[in-house]
């Protein structure tokens, strides 16, 4: 059991954007909880919080800190969990080794980033580094499935108040590529197992045997996929897109989520680096070598690596004149689709390119149709089925659409992707298998040097439970329900011989769907286009696609999505939205002290927790609260409170005031506690005749920059200084 003394609310301490909303909204929570006898406690899951709890043994005894991701790991399996989850930055190297530099001035004696350990030592801290970076939190805390989806008063402001789409026409160059051989798709094996069982994976070469990785553990029932990405036929794919894109005269991007699928996605974006400076590559290769150059790390990094070397410069612009011009995270900055791994993460890159009517920036900083180079092939077909259709029909408008919800299988870790470590880059040519330990040779796959091979897995109690909860989100909805699954799939073939028996015993089979990921996109827009709702049940992956996707598409947004995690042994993880432009809105903030994060996802989860709390706990306090956080939300939506883009107009700030009121205003007018009415009527009050000195006080200090004391660490006094500039409400608060 957890220590009696957990808080009734765990809030998570984060990073970029949400913590920074966090310093001005946390303060607000904890006190219009604490009226209702809830206690709002935090844990940091945070980047630098993680490292340093890695590595106690390099620190000082006051600069230690507890692993509470671990902690929450525990807590998450107890019933009583109730956690309020932020967006997390998912690191790749880049971040990481950012990170930690960070730290290291600060006075934290970390060891650096060891980009090739060669000692013992170095290997054992580079372990532990790999451990941090990618999607380490979210496998950790997701015990159970994602139900996802627009509240209905973000989905009604969205309706009433339709965001700008861009024009989709038939003649339209954008188009999606991806290979046609070669890849995860095509190479995938699977099988499910009749009893549990432990499995070593090795690979099989002329000089013999090499243990990848032994002691992988399942339970019976798991279904156990292993497949491999050529990297020849990668290579090749690359070569043939650059020259296509070129040809057609269009911007060549590449989406990846080089930050969940830690492993397999910054090799894949590495190989498009080496594609696109081929001719780079070859001429200088070794020497690039010799200044640490790899290419994983993208053209940013190699840029800064080689400033010293006129002749590869050199080489480099000329190839770069004659390549197919790029698809860019900044043009005024000169950031390319290829600087960073972590700058263009296909779940959000891809939904705003079709919101924009297929146009992507260009460096000549105009928008223009655009290769959308997806090289795995399990998933690329969403986002070419969405293209066709809008150049068949036209965009779509917010103002009539559906929704698409979303019932997501990712409990215990389920089909976690490339963030595991049972993804390899094979070192030489031979065959790897992954063998049980009564000697079955369950999938065996003949590799190349070179070649990305990976493995994953999901267990049947998580199968069975994401079954459940679609049923009875259908049950709740009445709509259109999709089980997006291709039978012609390996991994899909044997999700399908679990979900069709359970809907036949619940007498539910009429009720749904199974469809390919195609032939469920093209549906799926057919319904919502009609102004009616579906519902998406999908596997991990495309779980966190399709929730950007269609909000993106209907909301101009997936940070506003009410996410809620029904934990398998009774508790709730409630979810705040994506964080995609988070570092965008830091470095806006940085700049000119005005914060564009908007915290809607906060407020919806908010509201969901303290119900969930309510009907936990027997606390009807917790009750009246919640409902009084719904009109709030409400509140914000109805008077178009929710922040602006530009500095000298409302930010974050101006919208967690009008939270407060908002939420003060409905706990004072309601009628079912008299006690929480008479607490929070004086300070209903206070709230209304303090707006102008408040409003004042929040954008006196628009347009100057601001020093948060660091990026990833930032000091917690400068940053409630910068977050909390209003001494009228704080007094207000408390």
């Not at 620190?59 to 790991?73: I, V, Y």
């Not at 794919?237 to 020259?243: G, P, Q, R, T, V």
Request: hydrophobic content about 40%; glycine content about 8%.
């Amino acid at each position: 059991m957890p220590d009696q003394k957990t808080p009734d609310i765990i809030y998570t301490k984060v990073d970029e954007a949400p913590e920074l909303a966090s310093a001005s909204f946390l303060p607000i929570i904890q006190s219009f909880a604490s009226a209702a006898g809830v206690t709002v406690g935090t844990k940091d899951i945070s980047l630098a919080g993680r490292i340093l709890a890695t590595f106690p043994e390099y620190l000082t005894e006051g600069q230690r800190q507890s692993d509470d991701l671990a902690e929450l790991g525990q807590l998450v399996k107890q019933p009583e969990a109730n956690v309020i989850k932020l967006p997390n930055i998912s690191a790749s190297v880049p971040q990481l080794v950012a990170a930690v530099k960070e730290l290291q001035s600060q006075g934290y004696a970390l060891p650096d980033y060891p980009e090739e350990p060669k000692t013992d030592e170095e290997k054992a801290v580079r372990a532990k580094y790999d451990g941090i970076k990618g999607s380490a939190v979210n496998p950790v805390l997701r015990e159970g499935n994602s139900d996802r989806r627009a509240a209905k008063a973000v989905k009604a402001y969205a309706q009433a108040n339709p965001h700008r789409m861009g024009e989709w026409t038939k003649d339209s160059k954008t188009r999606v590529a991806s290979m046609s051989g070669g890849d995860f798709f095509s190479n995938e094996k699977s099988a499910t197992l009749a009893s549990a069982a432990t499995a070593r994976i090795v690979l099989e070469t002329a000089d013999g045997e090499t243990v990848l990785k032994e002691g992988v553990s399942y339970p019976a029932g798991t279904v156990v996929d292993a497949t491999f990405m050529s990297a020849r036929a990668l290579g090749a794919f690359l070569a043939d897109e650059i020259a296509k894109t070129k040809e057609e005269g269009t911007l060549f991007s590449l989406h990846m989520k080089a930050t969940m699928m830690k492993v397999s996605d910054p090799i894949i974006f590495g190989h498009a680096v080496k594609a696109f400076l081929a001719p780079v590559f070859d001429k200088y290769g070794a020497e690039m070598d010799k200044l640490g150059v790899n290419p994983n790390s993208g053209l940013g990094d190699l840029l800064a690596r080689v400033e010293g070397n006129a002749d590869i410069k050199a080489e480099i612009e000329k190839v770069m004149a004659e390549r197919p011009p790029m698809y860019m995270v900044n043009s005024d900055k000169g950031i390319t689709n290829l600087h960073v791994p972590s700058d263009v993460i296909i779940d959000a890159s891809m939904p705003a390119l079709i919101r924009a009517g297929g146009k992507g920036w260009g460096p000549d900083g105009k928008e223009a149709d655009t290769n959308c180079v997806i090289p795995d092939n399990s998933y690329a077909p969403v986002y070419d089925e969405t293209i066709n259709y809008f150049k068949e029909t036209g965009k779509l408008d917010p103002a009539t659409a559906g929704t698409v919800q979303n019932v997501g299988l990712m409990a215990q870790k389920a089909e976690e992707y490339g963030s595991h470590p049972t993804t390899f880059e094979i070192p030489t040519a031979g065959t790897v298998k992954m063998i049980l330990d009564d000697g079955t040779v369950l999938h065996s796959h003949d590799v190349e040097a070179g070649d990305i091979w990976r493995s994953a897995s999901s267990r049947k109690a998580p199968i069975e439970d994401w079954v459940q909860l679609a049923i009875d989100r259908q049950k709740a909805e009445g709509c259109e329900a999709i089980f997006w699954l291709d039978a012609n799939r390996a991994h899909d073939a044997e999700l399908i011989k679990y979900v069709k028996p359970i809907l036949e015993a619940k007498g539910v089979a009429d009720k749904f769907k199974i469809m390919a990921p195609r032939e469920a996109t093209r549906a799926s827009l057919e319904t919502i286009r009609k102004g009616e709702n579906s519902i998406a049940i999908t596997g991990n992956v495309l779980r966190d696609y399709l929730t950007d996707l269609f909000p993106i598409l209907e909301l101009a947004t997936s940070a506003k999505m009410l996410s809620i995690v029904k934990l398998m042994n009774g508790g709730g993880l409630f979810e705040t939205g994506a964080g995609g432009s988070a570092p965008k809105h830091v470095q806006q903030l940085m700049e000119e002290n005005h914060l564009r994060w908007d915290s809607l996802g906060e407020f919806c989860a908010l509201g969901e927790s303290l119900q969930f709390l309510a009907d936990a706990k027997g606390n009807e306090k917790a009750r009246v609260l919640g409902k009084a956080v719904d009109a709030a939300t409400q509140g914000i939506l109805d008077n178009n409170r929710s922040p602006s883009r530009k500095v000298g107009e409302p930010d974050n700030r101006d919208s967690h005031y009008w939270f407060a009121r908002y939420w003060a205003e409905a706990l004072a007018a309601q009628s079912d506690d008299a006690d929480l009415a008479a607490h929070f009527a004086p300070i209903a009050k206070a709230l209304a005749e303090g707006e102008a000195a408040i409003v004042s006080e929040l954008a006196a200090g628009q347009g100057k920059a601001v020093d948060l004391g660091g990026y990833f660490h930032g000091d917690a006094a400068k940053t409630a200084t910068v977050m909390r500039p209003s001494a009228t409400l704080n007094a207000i608060i408390g």
